[in-house]
């Protein structure tokens, strides 16, 4: 499973894989939760957990689908994170094929360290990436305040952020942004063409302004 296929022109199946993954069943989809996933994938070697507690904090910065799986998620959350906040990353470390193999969907994700982490947090905000040609960011989650102040400082920087209407509602009280002590969180989704060409530092700081302004009060 974790040979290196990635660019060889005789074995084309993961490049296919990846290029209709909306439409192909996955190995990942078929994870019911983070037991699945640790079945079928081996820490160290496909994946990495790393946690920052920062027992001064009660913010948690996510990126469930970190490393490979959703590229730039974890460099944003490392940012918004920086020395203040609690710092979560399930990173994908395949040679390739990392999002069909460790995308545990978020409503799934129940990996118990980010658990543990979450159980002392009132304010959580998940990173994600998801398609996209346009850059957009686009804001989920039943924290509606933190929602507004979120999308607010990143609209502010000039970019298309939707609160509603979109595919992403992160509504479920089960997904992994949702699973803090108050049963509320943030999951915001960049789409790919904001992750590569878009000012990720800029944003980076926009959301952790809010959850420093946050802190404060
Ligand atoms: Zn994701």
């Known amino acids: 499973m974790s040979a290196c296929i990635f660019g060889h022109a005789n074995m084309p199946f993961e490049p296919i894989l990846s290029r209709h993954r909306d439409v192909m069943i996955s190995p990942a989809d078929n994870y019911k939760g ?3 996933l640790a079945t079928a994938q081996v820490e160290g070697t496909d994946y990495r957990v790393h946690v920052r507690a920062n027992v001064g904090s009660t913010v948690a910065v996510i990126a469930p689908h970190g490393g490979s799986i959703e590229q ?3 460099d944003v959350a490392r940012d918004v994170a920086g020395a203040d906040f609690n710092l979560y990353m399930f990173e994908g470390i395949r040679h390739a094929g990392n999002y069909a193999a460790l995308h545990l969907t978020s409503h799934r994700f129940d990996e118990p360290r980010c658990l543990e982490l979450l159980s002392s947090c009132d304010h959580v905000v998940a990173l994600h990436g998801c398609a996209g040609d346009v850059q957009q ?3 989920g989650g039943l924290d509606e305040p933190l929602k507004a102040a979120v999308a607010k400082a990143i609209a502010d920087l000039g ?3 939707r609160l509603r209407g979109h595919q992403f509602p992160a509504t ?3 997904n ?3 699973r803090g002590r108050r049963g509320v ?3 915001i989704e960049m789409t790919m063409a ?3 060409h878009g000012p990720r530092e800029a944003i980076s700081a926009a959301i952790r302004s809010v959850l420093l302004a946050l802190a404060t009060v």
Do not use: E
């Open 194 to 196: 904001l992750r590569l």
């Open 159 to 161: 970019i298309d952020t």
């Open 185 to 187: 969180g943030v999951q």
């Open 72 to 74: 730039y998620t974890s």
């Open 176 to 178: 992994i942004c949702n």
């Open 34 to 36: 983070f037991t699945d």
């Open 172 to 174: 479920d009280p089960k």
């Open 137 to 139: 960011a686009l804001v």
